[in-house]
Every structure is written in structure tokens, then in C-alpha cells.
């Protein structure tokens, strides 16, 4: 159950403390009891819901009929009543809608996050709702958008996705794969998701079919929830895109009309709550949806063509022996003793074109001499490395560190370890790294004012 | 000597390998050296240049009469002959303009980087350029704008700046004050320019002038050379804005007529090579500054006045007893668990809204429990962290784990190093942390159309 995964024991107080919590436990209360609180006359009634740590001890929070939460701040004026025990959510599930034969099937598979889930009003806790029924219900739209068959594949906060995940994933989808589908959409949680993308973008190869990955940055329980709009559009996009290719589907920028389509390697999460929050780097989106007039318009004229009778071929083997590490001034060299005794690879993640402090080389080449395979990202984020200008930079290639171009250091780590997964040898490693493999290096970077 | 600092021995024939290495040995050729290469009847004669660690072992390069590089193919035929040694580079020192009563004075205190540097044409190395003399050589046009006084405190890569470095930058700019300027224009290299801002931020309470940092993402050599329009609008900037606040002053977007000015405890460094890589986060520029008509704009109405009276408060104490670690799916526990044996303090750059894998927690529990101080920020870098919306924030907070809202995962790396300069005590640290000193973080966070 997600709600036990959640933490959201509903036989504890989650959250209170002090002289609320004491109350609370005098009447034998629990998250998600409906409670009356009395004070100054007024009577306030509804489901009990656990606190935030930061909250203070003087106020219970309480889900009104409205759906709504107050706080009731709590004196000794205040009384406190339980008038009957948290229900359990039910979920109306109508049956699915027949199919319709001019529509392509579209398969949905969720591994979890806000996008597939809903929010029991009970305890404020999210709950996986991916049945096809649940998505029907929810989103009654989707029939008219092709025929959708859900599965749930995993229930993770995508903060807890991790490479075996990936391999489940690609397991998934090539399972569906084989059994008949025009499109996938995966849900997943929205934290790690460019991870999760770049890692199906290698494990994925020869794809016959468009591959959308979809997430919501606020659940579906807020009135500015892009959640049903960004799995409209993830499904639209995967009955319909013209390409084969591993993608990530989110709000853009300029319209709540737009969805922006990312390639899988060249995506990252920009913002922690914003609805546009993903985007393309040092490349241009694949591709904009636009849900209105249910258009997809190719911003990219190269790409793996939609082909049902391509082979997939599955290469879903990633070796997590590998370090991520961002420099900074005074970072001391001790990290990358440690680490070189641990570890087989090290993404860095240095500044500017591709730099660390001269303090740290000692260490790189005690790694390198011992076979641990560095490569060199850059915390700009944007733009491209280039080691050739500064003596830094010329030292570390002359070591032996690799520069890996215009590629993101979260798509770096995700490569390298899909790409130790295919070898143990090194120089094989160093060949596979600078090889573009699934889109993840362009061959030149954009116009800053373009790429930005 | 930079040209020492640099690598550049001129006895050594840097990059060369092989067969051209063999050839240079033979006419006993050093980099600088005068060369004439003779091949199918064409005379090719400059200064020979050195090598990149990734190129060839095939080509001779050299640089030519016009100032370009030039590299030519060596293959049996060709002969190559030793013109002349390496001349010591020589620069032009006309007087210093006469003092002009009605211009301010503006300090400029150099610490390295492209900026603060002329290429020197004989070996391609950078060399310092910062007396008062090489200033108004290189760009007469800044006796128009201030009377300058010019020091030279480093030479150094920004890559290569440490905590050290910015106690010794703030003792240089506090004595520079208490020889009476109107402002101070500190050149620096771009690739942790951002992380001295900070630092220098909080080392310098109290302010009476502007501080304004300056770099350039182009060295002087190349036509789209950004390094004179920034300089001439930092020492601008410098000598007239009304606040006193450590700044960073870089070409902006929209127009190379336009200069930004970023908040320290806010900019980030965004871009490996374009002109403007340098952007507020979480936060508009302080204000913009046009060089063609020289006018500056205030965006914000809320800054610290100049005051030339207001006594400066010199607190520059670092302790770089912390880490920066980012977290990523697959990450390891044992990398916090040898953390926590090491650091004090750890800044985490999390996920989304400031979430880690639940394989981290009991790492991360081990070291709240020894005492060690955990803070969280956001690899998103836009946005605010906020640990309340998730079981993963909310167990993080329950474990004692610091949010630090909008505060750039950078600018918390270098304030946890200054906050463990000023106390030892955790529960002052934490205080200090979770408290505004310098703008490091928002009341609110803007939309997101404006804060991306």
C-alpha cells in the first residue's frame, strides 16, 4: 500500500507534539478520524491530517467538507471531540470505455510520483490510481484519445528510483512492446525522471515506437494541476509522433496549451515547483504539442522514424559502481582517495569548460593509474567542455580524463553506468563514452541565446 | 611569473610528441622560438606555439605575423630551420592620464582569470595585465570613466581559487577602503567567480561602496572579446551606482550594449563559453547598466545605500570543513557515511523540492546524531525548496536535516564555510544559516517565467 510506503501510519499522530498531540491522544484520535473542534462558540468538523515537521504544537489541522485544510489553533477554552474513525478511500470505478476501433492503442505504465496517483482527502495522502478505470475516471478525455491499457509497474516517489528500476522498466516496456502497442507512456515521479529518460535512451535501442515519459509537478488536488493536461498530451503524443524515440512530455513555457517534448538525454528538471520545469539543454525540444487544437509540431527533422516492424533491442544492463562528483573551491582532495579506492568511474562535474582545482590532479592521476575512468562534465550546466584553452583543462586531458562534449552530467552518470554495464574493459568503456549512442552529444552547441 | 603558473616552460615543446617532437629536438626549438618550416616551396615563418594534449603528432603550429595560428602538415619533404629564440614579451606603458578632479576613483584589484590578462602573441600563454598603466594602454577609453588605481593580489585560474583566497581578497578590499575609493572593481576568472561573490558577501558586512566582480567568458585576442565592455562597465558601475553590495557585472542577453549586475548571494554561472553565462537565480539583476548611452537602471528598490561614512565590518573567516554533494539515483550510503567521519557539515543538492533516496536516510540520521550539520538546496537550482510536500522532505526534516529555501546549492557551500568560520557551535550554525545576511535568500520565489 503507498500509503504504508508513505509513512502515513494512520495509527499515529504524525507530526503533533506537545500539548496538541497530549489532546489528541486523550480522545485515542488517529490520522484521518473525523474530529469537532470546538472554540469560541464555533464548531469545526472534519478528517484529521497529519502535520508537517515545521509545524508548530499549538494547531490541529483538520480536512473540511470543502477539501480544504485549517488549522485550529488549539487553548484551553478549546474542545475536542471524535465522532467517527477514519474510512478507508474508495475510488468510483465506472467501466472502462469500449473499444473504439479508429484509435491506436496506447499502453500506460506507472511507476509512480504525483502524475500517477490521487489524493485521498482522507489524510492528504497520495494513492496510485493508474487502473484503466481509475485513469477513465479521472480523466474521462482519454477515451477520445486512444484505446489505454494501465499497468502499474511500481509505486516509487521517483526520489527512490534507482538503476534497478531502469532495468524493470525497459523489462516492461519491452514486454508491452512485444505484445502489440502504438505508443507507451510512463508515469513516473518528476525528481529523477531525466535520469530515468537518459537511462531508457541507452537501454532502449532500435525502438519501434515513441516512448513518452510524463510527470506532474503538482498533484491533481490543486487548481493549477498540470497533471491531467500533461498525460493528455503524453497520450496524444504517443498515439501520434511520428518518432521512435525515448522522450520526456511536460508543460512548456510560453502556454498552458503547450506541451514540450524533450529527448530523453538532453532533458533535466529546472525548477522545483514550477509547472515548466523540464527543459531541453544545449538542444531544442524534439517536438511541441499543442492541446487545443491537438497538434504535434516537429521542431527536430532528424530522428528514428515510428516503424512497428523494428526490432527492439534491449540493452538494459547498468553497473552502479560509478561516483558523481561537483567541484567547488576547497574541495579537498581526500573525496577522490576515497573514491578511487571504491570506484570504477567518476563523472565530474567541474566549472566552466571543464576545470578542477590544480590541488585535486594529484589524486585524478593516482585514480587513473589505477584504472578508474574519469570523465569531465560542467556545472554550467549549459554549453560545452572544451579543455583545450586553459592549462587546467589541458592538464586533466593529459592525465587521461575524458571530456564528454555538450552531454549533461546527470546523463553522463546515467551513460556510464549503462555503458559498464556493457563492459569491464576500459578501453572499450572510453570508446562507448564518446560515442553518441542515443542523442545525448549534439555535434555542435546552439546559440547561447537559443540553448538558454 | 603567470607564464610559470601557467605550465608554459619555454625549454619544454609542450603537446608536441612523436615525430614532430623529434624534428623540434633536432634544430633544439623551444616554445617561442622563431621558426621557418619549408614545405612544396611555400615559407611558413611565426613563433612556434604549444600543443594541445589532443592533437596530433603530424602538424608544426605556429603563430604568424597577423597574430593567427597556423598548422602545417610536416611529411619528408618538409624542412624546418630555427630562426631565432623566443622573445620576452614586452608591453607598451604609456603614462598614466593625468588625475581629473571631476571623475570618481575606482580601485581595481586583480585575482586572474581572462579578464584580468593580455595573450601574450609569442606563446599564446595569458599574462597579467593590471597595472594602472596596462589598463589605460589596453582600453584608453576607461580614463574617461573614473581615476583608476590598479593592484595585482593573484594570478590565478578561477579553478584554483579556494577559501584562502577570499579571505585574502576581502583583507585586500577592506585596506583599499580604508585608503579612501568611491568604488572597487575586483577581475577575476568566470569559473568560480560566482562562488567568491558569495563568499565576499558575507565576509564584508556593513559595506560603504559597491563591489563589483568582473570577468570574461572571451580573452582579449578574440574579435567577440567580451573582456573590455565588461571592465569599462564594471569600473562604471563602480564609480556611480547608489548601493553598496558585492556584485557580479557581465554582458547580458538582450543586447551587447547592456551590462548585468547580479546579486552575489544569487548568480550562477550558466553557460561554459557563451557571453552571457552569468544569471540571477531566484532573483532579477540588481540593475543593468548601458554602455552606449551610460545610464544605469535599478531593478531593485531595496539595496544597502553607498555611504561613505558607514564603517566596514570585516568578517572573513572561513572554514572549509564542509561538502558540497550532490545526490543522484544509485548513489551510495557509504560516501555519507565516510562523510560523516570527515565534515561538520554537508550542503545536500537534492532532488525536486530537496528530497534524497530513502537509501541515504540512515547515513544522514548517523551523522545528525554525531553532530554533523546537514543542509538541503536543490539541484534544480531554479525554485524553492520546500520539505513539507513529501514523506522523503518530511522524514529529512524529522532527522534534523536544514531546508534552505531558495539559497543556490554554491552560495549555501560557502556560507556554511563562513558560518563554521564564525561558530563552532551547531546550534548557532544553524541559526546563522536559516537567517537573511546577505540576500542569499527571497522572501518569495518569482513566477517562474521570470525567475528562468
Not at 480536512?63 to 487553548?75: A, E, L, R, T
Not at 522498466?169 to 512485444?178: C, D, F, H, L, R
Not at 531508457?200 to 515506437?209: H, Q, T
Not at 560509478?322 to 576515497?338: N, Q, R, T
Request: aromatic fraction near 6%; glycine fraction near 8%; charged fraction near 20%.
Amino acid at each position: 500500500m503507498w500509503s504504508e510506503n508513505n509513512g502515513l501510519n494512520s495509527n499515529e499522530l504524525k507530526g503533533y507534539r506537545g500539548s496538541t498531540y497530549e489532546l489528541l491522544k486523550q480522545i485515542d484520535a488517529s490520522i484521518g478520524d473525523m474530529i469537532e473542534i470546538t472554540k469560541n462558540g464555533e464548531n469545526y468538523l472534519g478528517g484529521l491530517m497529519p502535520r508537517s515537521e515545521s509545524g508548530d504544537d499549538q494547531h490541529i489541522v483538520i480536512k473540511i467538507k470543502s477539501g480544504y485544510n485549517i488549522g485550529v489553533k488549539i487553548d484551553s477554552t478549546t474542545k475536542i471531540a471524535k465522532i467517527g474513525a477514519g474510512a478507508k478511500p474508495t475510488f468510483i470505478r465506472p467501466p472502462s470505455p469500449d473499444h473504439k476501433e479508429d484509435l491506436s492503442k496506447v499502453d500506460i505504465i506507472s511507476t509512480g510520483g504525483t502524475i500517477a496517483s490521487r489524493v485521498d482527502y482522507r489524510t492528504g495522502a497520495v494513492q496510485p490510481a493508474l487502473s484503466a478505470a481509475d485513469l477513465y475516471s479521472s480523466i474521462p478525455e482519454l477515451s477520445d484519445l486512444a484505446n489505454i491499457n494501465a499497468h502499474i509497474l511500481y509505486s516509487e516517489l521517483s526520489e527512490n528510483i534507482s538503476p534497478h528500476h531502469w532495468i524493470g522498466m525497459a523489462e516492461k516496456i519491452s514486454e508491452v512492446i512485444k505484445s502489440g502497442t502504438d505508443g507507451i507512456v510512463i508515469c513516473h515521479g518528476t525528481d529523477t525522471m531525466s535520469y530515468s529518460a537518459a537511462a531508457l535512451s541507452f537501454a532502449l535501442r532500435n525502438l519501434p515506437i515513441p516512448i513518452i515519459m510524463v510527470g506532474s509537478q503538482r498533484s491533481s488536488d490543486r487548481p493549477s494541476s498540470d497533471a491531467a493536461t500533461n498525460l493528455m498530451g503524453a497520450v496524444a503524443i504517443a498515439s501520434k509522433a511520428p518518432f521512435a524515440e525515448v522522450t520526456v512530455a511536460m508543460h512548456g513555457k510560453s502556454s498552458d496549451n503547450d506541451i514540450l517534448v524533450h529527448k530523453g538525454t538532453k532533458v533535466r528538471k529546472c525548477h522545483t515547483s514550477g509547472r515548466f520545469a523540464f527543459r531541453s539543454v544545449n538542444a531544442s525540444p524534439v517536438a511541441t504539442y499543442n492541446i487545443q487544437n491537438s497538434s504535434l509540431k516537429m521542431n527536430w527533422d532528424q530522428y528514428q522514424k515510428r516503424d512497428s516492424n523494428r526490432k527492439l533491442n534491449l540493452e538494459a544492463r547498468f553497473n552502479d559502481n560509478v561516483l558523481l562528483l561537483k567541484s567547488y573551491p576547497g574541495m579537498k582532495s581526500e573525496l577522490i582517495e576515497w573514491a578511487i579506492e571504491k570506484y570504477s568511474g567518476i563523472i565530474l562535474e567541474g566549472t566552466g569548460l571543464g576545470h578542477v582545482s590544480q590541488n585535486l590532479l594529484n589524486a585524478i592521476k593516482k585514480g587513473i593509474e589505477k584504472g578508474v575512468f574519469f570523465c569531465m562534465t560542467s556545472q554550467c550546466i549549459w554549453g560545452r567542455i572544451n579543455m583545450n584553452v586553459y592549462t587546467t583543462g589541458r592538464d586533466l586531458l593529459r592525465l587521461g580524463v575524458l571530456p564528454l562534449k555538450d552531454m549533461l552530467p546527470e546523463t553522463a552518470l546515467v551513460k556510464m553506468m549503462w555503458t559498464f554495464g556493457q563492459t569491464t574493459k576500459l578501453e572499450d568503456a572510453k570508446k562507448i563514452m564518446i560515442t553518441n549512442i542515443a542523442g545525448e552529444m549534439s555535434p555542435r552547441t546552439l546559440p547561447e541565446d537559443v540553448s538558454q
